[in-house]
């Protein structure tokens, strides 16, 4: 059995050769079943792709994802916030990845809360009361602060930013999606350029240099105006920032779940666990934790198979 995650703008599965990690944005009409062939096999499915702006509403999108790794994997199995496994499309099967990671570490990590940052989002979730996670939509999680809507990668830098502190002055940012997160950690190497996965905002080039260049646009400014010490102050501020805002939401899920530990997962779990002096869940599962999701709905499958 293999696992799946099918995300807005990734698809991420783990077999038993390890995690394969594809760039599949549906809103740009992603070939969602082609690059599901060479995976075909019996398969556990979660997803959030649901909320792509190309489909009207969260159950049209249930239903065409449904159809398209079904068209492949005809017996496939879908989780849902519900905690059960589907074979149609119902809308308990929206936005359930995050419960699955619980699902599957709630016995062995009782008393933590687990932060798993992605490209795109960050998911805090206290893992001592499953049963008070079911059923939590994406707009419920976003006013309980479990879900923090920034991640490493696809993050829109003014989304954060309102403005930044240049040599002393205050310089209100541009809205435009000048720069990404990805361009800030980038510069301030947390990541390196491979791991820069999502395309640029200009779709330029994903090196030190063209980062520096769009960080610089975010202030309406080239470097030769600010200097690649000013686009680097752009970084630091947004990362500032961006820290500021996930560490205090698992603050938060800590001192009202009563946990004592925080686990860290997901392509931000290195620099967040530096952050917060916690350890991360690859020194358990290996490179597999990159994609929790996908890796966690499969084993949850399993232990059910396995209890049947």
Not at 162 to 186: I, K, N, Q, W
Request: aromatic share 8%; hydrophobic share 45%; glycine share 8%.
């Amino acid at each position: 059995m293999i696992g799946i995650d099918i995300g807005g703008a990734n698809l991420k599965v783990v077999d038993d050769d390890g995690v394969h990690i594809h760039y599949c944005p549906l809103w740009q009409g992603a070939p969602l079943a082609d690059l599901l062939e060479p995976y075909a096999e019996p398969a556990a499915v979660v997803m959030s792709g649901e909320l792509a702006d190309c489909f009207v509403n969260k159950m049209e999108g249930i239903e065409w994802i449904v159809g398209a790794v079904r068209t492949v994997v005809p017996d496939a199995a879908f989780y849902g916030t519900d905690a059960a496994f589907h074979t149609r499309p119902v809308p308990a099967l929206a936005a359930a990845n995050w419960l699955a990671s619980a699902d599957y570490l709630r016995e062995e990590y009782p008393d933590a809360v687990l932060l798993d940052v992605g490209s795109t989002t960050a998911d805090i979730i206290p893992l001592n009361d499953f049963e008070s996670l079911k059923g939590l939509t994406d707009t419920r999680r976003l006013q309980k602060q479990y879900l923090v809507y920034t991640g490493m990668l696809r993050t829109n830098v003014a989304t954060i930013l309102s403005s930044v502190t240049l040599d002393g002055r205050v310089t209100p940012v541009s809205t435009e999606y000048f720069a990404a997160s990805a361009d800030a950690h980038l510069v301030l190497g947390h990541i390196a350029p491979e791991d820069y996965t999502c395309p640029a905002p200009d779709n330029g080039e994903k090196t030190a240099d063209a980062a520096l260049r769009r960080l610089a646009r975010v202030v309406c400014a080239d470097l030769d105006e600010i200097g690649n010490s000013g686009a680097v102050q752009v970084a630091r501020q947004f990362w500032e920032a961006q820290r500021t805002l996930i560490v205090r939401a698992v603050g938060r899920a800590l001192f009202q779940s009563g946990a004592e530990q925080v686990i860290a997962a997901g392509i931000g779990a290195d620099l967040f666990a530096r952050e917060l002096s916690c350890t991360t869940l690859d020194r358990e599962i290996g490179s597999v934790s990159d994609a929790l999701p996908a890796y966690a709905v499969r084993e949850v499958a399993l232990r059910r198979a396995a209890g049947d």
